[in-house]
Nanobody
């Protein structure tokens, strides 16, 4: 699976940004899609995941602020980030994995990764 991410940039605390990621190389409905992020000096961490059928998972700190969604017409997964906080500053990666994953929050469950897009939130 090839993943091409876009969006991100500079946002303000309390504001919004949107990330998009186009997937190719495998039937879109056959893969799980997720977003991870990595802040400077920290490990990469799970942010959100959407299976086909639109079952979703979120890390606690973004639940209620971020929304992951899939666009089946454009083979795209998006992450709408609202009520941004400075601690959301990180490089965000989209990832593709198996729908059968059991530990959806582990990066080991994902076999394909996008190039990452930087999100910076100012206070």
């Amino acid at each position: 699976v090839q993943l091409q991410a876009s969006g991100g940039g500079l946002g303000q605390a309390g504001g919004s940004l949107r990330l998009n990621c186009v997937a190719s190389g495998r039937p879109f409905s056959s893969i799980a899609l997720a977003w991870f992020r990595q802040a400077p000096g920290r490990d990469r961490e799970f942010v959100a995941r959407a299976n086909s059928g639109d079952k979703t998972w979120y890390r606690d700190s973004v639940n209620g602020r971020f929304t992951i969604s899939r666009d089946y017409a454009q083979n795209m997964v998006s992450l709408q980030m609202n009520y941004l906080k400075p601690e959301d500053t990180a490089r965000y990666y989209c990832a593709a994995g198996s729908l059968a994953s059991t530990n959806v929050r582990s990066e080991l469950q994902y076999h394909s990764w996008g190039q990452g897009t930087l999100v910076t939130v100012s206070s």
